[in-house]
């Protein structure tokens, strides 16, 4: 049989490993990502003097927050700051930026991001994100007392794929791949549904906080990442079409 696979990120692997399993790759975008500075960018100089921990919660955050500083003619050289990012693709877009490593929480999202400041001596701290982000990091930081600043660097638009709605039949050998809570409502809307009570394909999430968004949507999630990261999402995914058995009544 043959695997219909939709991404509905912004990004599709280079490469995927199909170890024989038959698979047709479909790229149905749906959301976009504008990078807008944030309205409070002019604390950023001052928030840079305190040697701040700058924390980033996706790799778009990393993109907006260095499209801000470009835009003001500001750069990190002279400054002493720490970094922290959910997920190794964030970390790895952050040694890109600013060339300097970012600490990567054992659990990777915002409560792996609570247990780790938890550890350390508190310092001022920059956190970067989306314009509608989960509010449990900002609330833990406001009742712990933190001194620190929050920028809004970037904002998510769902999109209405047309293609996606097209060509999705709703069929059990159809895997759709959500990296982001955003991608879970675009595909919702771009089908045309309000949950996924009546949806029978297969549902992929990257990591925990797009597994939460899933479910409280009324989907099941086929496989959950080990890892927050594109590459090692798909070569699980692989290894588990070539164990699990092909559902009843199911044909190529």
């Known amino acids: 049989m043959t695997w219909d696979i939709y991404f509905t990120g912004l990004h599709v692997p280079e490469s995927i490993e199909h170890n024989n399993v038959d698979m047709r790759i479909?790229?149905?975008?749906?959301?976009?990502?504008?990078y807008v500075p944030s309205e409070n960018f002019h604390q950023v100089n001052t928030y840079l003097q305190k040697e701040p921990i700058i924390?980033?919660?996706?790799?778009?955050?990393v993109n907006g927050f260095h499209y801000g500083l470009e835009t003001q003619g500001i750069t990190l050289d002279n400054y002493s700051v720490d970094f922290m990012a959910v997920g190794e693709e964030t970390s790895e877009a952050v040694e890109e930026k600013f060339l300097q490593p970012a600490q990567i929480p054992e659990i990777?999202?915002?409560?792996?991001?609570i247990q780790a400041l938890q550890s350390i001596q508190k310092k001022p701290v920059m956190?970067?994100?989306?314009?509608?982000?989960?509010?449990?990091?900002?609330?833990?930081?406001?009742?712990?007392?933190?001194d620190y600043c929050?920028?809004?660097?970037?904002?998510?638009?769902?999109?209405?794929?047309?293609?996606?709605?097209?060509?999705f039949k709703n069929t059990q050998n159809e895997i759709i791949i959500f990296t982001s809570p955003s991608t879970v409502l675009?595909?919702?809307?771009?089908?045309?549904?309000?949950?996924?009570?009546?949806?029978n394909s297969r549902l992929v999430s990257?990591?925990?906080?797009?597994?939460r968004s899933i479910e409280e949507q009324?989907?099941?999630?086929?496989?959950?990442?080990?890892?927050?990261?594109?590459?090692?999402?798909?070569?699980?995914l692989v290894a588990e079409l070539l164990t699990n058995p092909i559902p009843q009544g199911i044909t190529g």
Do not use: C, M
Not at 108 to 113: E, H, P, R, Y
Not at 127 to 146: H, K, M, Q, S, Y
């Open 26 to 34: 479909h790229h149905t975008e749906t959301i976009k990502i504008t």
């Open 206 to 211: 990257i990591g925990s906080t797009t597994t």
């Open 127 to 146: 956190l970067i994100t989306a314009e509608e982000t989960r509010p449990e990091l900002p609330n833990w930081l406001d009742e712990e007392g933190w």
């Open 55 to 61: 924390i980033f919660l996706s790799k778009n955050s």
């Open 108 to 113: 990777q999202n915002a409560f792996g991001l």
């Open 150 to 167: 929050h920028l809004a660097v970037y904002s998510t638009t769902l999109k209405q794929n047309h293609h996606l709605q097209k060509i």
């Open 218 to 236: 009324f989907g099941s999630v086929f496989l959950e990442s080990s890892r927050p990261k594109l590459a090692t999402l798909t070569k699980e």
């Open 186 to 199: 675009g595909f919702l809307k771009s089908i045309n549904a309000a949950n996924f009570k009546s949806i």
